[in-house]
């Protein structure tokens, strides 16, 4: 009994401990390691959310360390002391596609990491350059049917979102392209509006502002309806390729095992930030951002979702990266 009664207060004492650890976080700054370069759209949302939480203590250092289909910011944060000072910001690559296309992985998708929360979403919209011969999704389809692997299309990596959409576009548009892989975002949007790269997928935050400006040409975009900001634009399933949906999401991570306190602390504050009205006017909206709303928990299961999804499409296309 007296050996029960001493543990039961070692582990109220550790609770009370994290409970006043998390009450004074953040103390010092943090450390936010971006998967992607500067410029993309995971980093526009970290910068942001961030930004907006200064008023509550929040001081950040961001590191953005792109490379290695996320790997090479994911075995930096794995490696981390797991105090809440050292968090994740990436993708859809780590968790949902990176596990199941490549043969060995610097870094355990399980057991490294604990989520804090969804940092949003991009649709993804199929663009060319504007002088481009192609079109529409149909013209592309018959093109791309005529030569097979012949027609070239942009990616931000192997594995990476624009990459895998473009992959599961082949198979329900019963195509085959040939991919030019680049080191995020912002370097392949400059090649493709320079014509360098014939098409290629990204977000609409990346690409609405050329598609207006008449740089690019948005053959169609990955969302279930057309979206109110670009209306001419028409989606990839009434194109003619039904079923097609594409989306890049985002989400913040931290080593396990962080505490829980702390973890739910991130997820309270920065859904505070997204619940914001100003700042969905502000950032949100002009960004063509959504949300991923909910706790720690609810996030994880959107991930196992999306892992379930992009494990099939990549078994399909048989993809594997050695």
């Keep these: 009994m007296k050996k029960l009664t001493a543990l039961i207060v070692t582990l109220l004492t ?3 401990m994290a409970l ?8 010092r700054p943090i450390r936010v390691i971006v998967a992607y370069p500067a410029g993309g759209a ?4 970290v910068r942001a959310v961030f930004n907006r939480l200064e008023s509550k203590g929040y001081q950040v250092v961001i590191e953005n360390r792109a490379g290695g289909g996320t790997q090479i910011a994911a075995e930096t944060v794995a490696k981390s002391a797991s105090d809440g000072y050292t968090l994740f910001a990436t993708g859809m690559e780590t968790f949902a596609i ?10 355990d998708p399980v057991n490294d990491f604990v989520p804090i929360t969804g940092l949003g979403y991009a649709h993804q919209i199929l663009a060319v350059p504007a002088n481009s011969p192609i079109t529409s999704i149909k013209d592309l389809v018959t093109r791309a049917k005529a030569t097979p692997n012949v027609l070239q299309y942009g990616t931000i990596g192997i594995g990476g979102s624009a990459h895998i959409n473009m992959v599961l576009f082949e198979q329900l548009a019963g195509v085959k392209l040939t991919p030019v892989h680049y080191r995020g975002g912002a370097p392949m949007l400059n090649d493709l509006i320079g014509g360098h790269v014939p098409a290629g997928f990204l977000s609409v935050t990346l690409l609405a502002e ?3 400006a008449g740089k690019l040409r948005g053959l169609g975009v990955g969302s279930k309806s057309r979206l109110s900001q670009l209306p001419d634009v028409p989606t990839i399933d009434e194109s003619g390729v039904p079923g097609f949906e594409a989306v890049s999401w985002f989400g913040l991570f931290a ?3 962080t505490s829980h306190a702390i973890v739910q602390k991130l997820n ?5 930030v997204f619940a914001d009205a100003d700042f969905k006017r502000r950032f949100l909206d002009p960004n063509f951002l959504g949300v991923i709303t909910g706790t720690p928990d609810e996030f994880q299961v959107y991930i196992d979702q999306e892992a379930e999804k992009w494990k099939k499409v990549i078994k399909g ?3 594997k990266i050695d």
């Design 255 to 257: 080593p396990k095992p």
């Design 268 to 272: 309270t504050d920065i859904q505070t």
């Design 98 to 107: 990176s596990p199941f296309i490549r043969s060995k992985l610097s870094y």
């Design 317 to 319: 296309a048989n993809l």
């Design 210 to 212: 050329h598609i207006n």
């Design 14 to 16: 550790f609770a009370g």
């Design 20 to 27: 006043a650890n998390a009450q004074d976080y953040p103390a």
């Design 42 to 45: 995971a980093d526009l949302i």
